[in-house]
């Protein structure tokens, strides 16, 4: 899973991927119960991605010492979308990629909802 989010983070836009430089992607099994409450979640089964880090709109040259930017991938939610739905996992993987680098641009989930639907 790992790989595929690399491609997908690596089929990003230049102009998009030139400012995801400092994001480090992250694959785990399930979301820790702070990375569940941080979204209000309390089923580790609902959570199949998170970013966490200071959107680039909310960031201050004054600023310094923070951990990296961090997309969260999580693999057994993933998977049981996959099994639910059909979707091949390549594409699963990548909405969620471009989901979370969403909000490293500062897009909220309903922007993000609104944009895919204007694209459908």
Do not use: K, N
């Not at 569940?36 to 909310?58: A, F, H």
């Not at 010492?65 to 390549?90: D, K, N, Q, Y």
């Amino acid at each position: 899973m790992q790989m595929m989010a690399e491609a997908a983070f690596a089929g990003l836009p230049a102009e998009f991927r030139s400012q995801l430089s400092d994001v480090v992607l992250e694959v785990e099994d399930f979301a820790t119960p702070e990375q569940l409450e941080s979204v209000d979640l309390d089923d580790r089964w609902q959570l199949s991605g998170l970013y966490q880090g200071e959107p680039l709109p909310d960031r201050s040259i004054w600023e310094s010492g923070r951990m990296p930017p961090r997309i969260w991938l999580f693999r057994e939610p993933l998977i049981a979308e996959w099994r639910a739905t059909g979707v091949r996992m390549e594409d699963l993987v990548r909405h969620v990629v471009v989901h979370e680098a969403g909000h490293h641009f500062g897009f909220s989930d309903e922007d993000m909802h609104r944009l895919e639907d204007q694209a459908d």
